[in-house]
């Protein structure tokens, strides 16, 4: 049983995973036992030295294939452990899900789920587990990252606390940070370079509507940052709200890049080197995208080099009491101190710290629905409280119609 168990298991060991490491180990009252895992057991050593260095805590290390269920089975009755947190590639979710739920324990990501063959992300084969984790009396807690992640609280406590009906979400996402660098991406550069060029697609009137990359943009002011250009994505919360939030019109999401940021990829992407399909070179054969990640600077590399301040948030608009309103909730980090605190830049810090956070709710029963459930169908309270002790502070303002 769950209740028998103890302790964390973090499966993957770049960015995020080094925040929310550093993140759990400045919570190990909640954790008890935390145990880093991955692929490269180099990654984690170095991670487990940060983590004594900051916090003075010797944590576990292991190796492991998170693409072996089986070796995953094995680890995780070794350990014994209460959670997992998944922080390692979006394709690995199924395998550690199926893990967890063999094992009889919690599971928690930041990212859904997303087929190696193919540029498509969606929540359909997480959520096709809901039974199974409800039988077990487990949760599989998706996507607690910021966005998704506290994107999804974002909304919920707005719905709980300022409106009676959303209506609207524009979720508006901004990196106004400069690493030095011409080309560099701030998180695993397969995962964001597909993302970014890939068709745009937003919900509305019941319908998903689809655009061409980067087809539809906006210059919005970011509060305490400015205005930036924006461009509308698809984005995985976006699933999942439209099925959650009751009375939505419309959501969509939208993401900075800097006119550099979009040649450069316009570029790649024109001399194949986006392709996710194997090409013949030299008689070996290659991915361009996973090559070309070899060539571009390691995210986990970033923290030093960046300057300037990242904003997340979402304007929700709809009725209270009969009257239309709007608000503006959003949080405001800046990079130079998410690396003073974790030697992490914030595209990093923002997604690391709620992967603890959320991991923490379901580690002391705070959070305690049972299936694979999204964040915003959770209370928002306690998530919303963390957020301002464990770095990432918040604020709401209401906006003109």
Not at 219 to 239: F, I, N, Q, R
Not at 317 to 335: A, F, M, S, T
Not at 368 to 389: C, I, Q
């Amino acid at each position: 049983m769950v209740e028998n168990k103890k302790g964390i298991l973090i499966i993957g060991a770049g960015g995020v995973s080094q925040v929310a490491t550093i993140k759990c180990a400045m919570n190990i009252d909640t954790f008890e036992h935390i145990t880093l895992a991955s692929r490269t057991l180099e990654k984690c050593e170095n991670i487990k030295q940060i983590v004594k260095d900051k916090t003075d805590l010797d944590i576990d290390i292991e190796q492991i294939d998170a693409d072996d269920t089986k070796a995953l089975i094995e680890l995780i009755k070794k350990l014994n452990c209460k959670v997992v947190l998944n922080v390692a590639l979006p394709y690995q979710d199924l395998t550690i899900m199926d893990a967890c739920l063999e094992t009889n324990t919690h599971y928690i990501d930041t990212a859904n789920y997303e087929h190696p063959d193919e540029a498509k992300f969606e929540y359909k084969e997480q959520w096709a587990k809901d039974e199974d984790f409800k039988t077990k009396n487990l949760t599989a807690l998706l996507g607690s990252g910021f966005d998704p992640g506290v994107t999804g609280v974002f909304v919920k406590y707005i719905e709980q606390n300022y409106l009676d009906t959303i209506e609207y979400i524009d979720i508006m996402d901004c990196n106004a940070g400069d690493h030095g660098y011409p080309f560099a991406t701030n998180f695993n550069p397969e995962i964001n370079l597909r993302e970014v060029s890939a068709n745009g697609r937003y919900w509305e009137e019941g319908e998903w509507i689809e655009t061409k990359p980067l087809e539809i943009r906006v210059d919005h002011d970011y509060p305490k940052v400015g205005v930036k250009p924006s461009y509308l994505l698809y984005h995985e919360e976006l699933e999942s709200l439209a099925k959650n939030i009751k009375g939505i019109k419309r959501i969509r999401f939208f993401m900075t890049f800097g006119d550099s940021y979009i040649q450069h990829m316009n570029c790649l992407q024109n001399v194949g080197m986006l392709g996710i399909e194997p090409i013949l070179h030299k008689g070996m054969k290659i991915t361009p995208i996973e090559f070309l990640t070899t060539l571009l600077p390691d995210p986990a590399s970033l923290g030093s080099r960046t300057h300037g301040k990242t904003n997340i948030g979402c304007i929700c608009e709809g009725i209270k009491d009969g009257i239309r309103k709007k608000y503006y909730i959003y949080n405001v980090k800046d990079h130079q101190e998410c690396y003073k605190e974790t030697l992490s830049q914030a595209v990093s810090y923002t997604t690391g710290v709620p992967a603890m956070i959320g991991s923490k709710l379901v580690y002391n029963g705070t959070w305690d629905l049972k299936g694979a459930r999204n964040v915003e169908e959770f209370d928002s309270s306690p998530f919303m409280d963390e957020l301002n002790t464990q770095g990432l502070p918040w604020e709401v303002i209401e906006m003109d119609i």
